[in-house]
């Protein structure tokens, strides 16, 4: 069936460090890819899509990838930033009414 | 941003009492979910519906139930809360965009609920 797979935690990062959470996901048809961010004591907000292979999501400095060949979708941003602290979901959805969340990759950046 | 509603957003109560978890949503949105999300992180689907009069189990049993008598209203209910049920509770909605490739969920803040 299809699934998410996404790079355990928790991550700890410098201000200003370089971030990749890696995700991959396995899918039967031709599914649409998500970041999603959970900042302490809320809900999850989109981050960033990307409905196609090749496809470049982008939003507040993060960007992913649609990479089919290897079945991908990691998450990077090039200058983390203390307020950049939160749990970072993949999801995807092939199928309507059908999304599956990875189990969540937890970020601390620390000054 | 996502117009999406949930209430309360903490409640502590009591072993074997009612309670009724309410999301609203105004942006017209014909689906919506219920997730239960453990201290672990991981999301769980237990509800969802496809529009008003529908509404579907997910992929973790649970024993709460949900109604959808109008489109922007999708309460989730426990008969008899017990210390197992203790959780945070996300709901969503998604649209359809114009096609099933743009469908994107939104969520709501979040219930947190202990049962003591």
């Known amino acids: 069936g299809d699934s998410v797979t996404q790079m355990e935690g928790p991550v700890t990062l410098s201000e200003e460090a370089f971030l990749t959470i890696n995700c991959t996901y396995t899918?039967?048809?031709?599914?649409?890819l998500f970041w999603y961010v959970q900042y302490p004591g809320e809900g999850l907000q989109l981050l960033l899509k990307a409905t196609k292979a090749d496809d470049k999501g982008s939003n507040k400095g993060f960007e992913a990838t649609y990479r089919k060949e290897t079945t991908s979708f990691h998450l990077e941003k090039g200058s983390v930033q203390v307020s950049d602290s939160a749990v970072y979901f993949c999801a995807l959805s092939a199928v309507a009414n059908q999304f599956y969340f990875g189990t969540g990759t937890s970020l601390t950046v620390i000054p | 941003e996502a117009d999406i509603y949930q209430t309360p957003r903490y409640l502590v109560i009591g072993t074997g009492k009612k309670i009724t978890l309410e999301c609203s949503q105004t942006m017209g949105h014909d689906k919506m979910y219920w997730y239960q999300q453990d201290p672990g992180m991981e999301l769980h689907l237990i509800h969802y519906?496809?529009?008003?009069?529908?509404?579907e189990k997910g992929d973790l049993s649970s024993e709460s139930t949900v109604s959808r008598i109008r489109t922007e209203h999708f309460p989730l209910t426990l008969e008899s809360a017990r210390p197992s049920h203790t959780s945070q509770y996300l709901c969503?909605?998604?649209?359809?965009?114009?096609?099933?490739?743009?469908?994107?969920?939104?969520f709501g803040p979040g219930t947190r609920l202990l049962v003591l």
């Open positions: 899918a039967t048809g031709y599914p649409s």
């Open positions: 969503a909605s998604s649209d359809s965009g114009t096609t099933i490739f743009e469908e994107t969920q939104y």
């Open positions: 519906s496809y529009g008003v009069n529908s509404t």
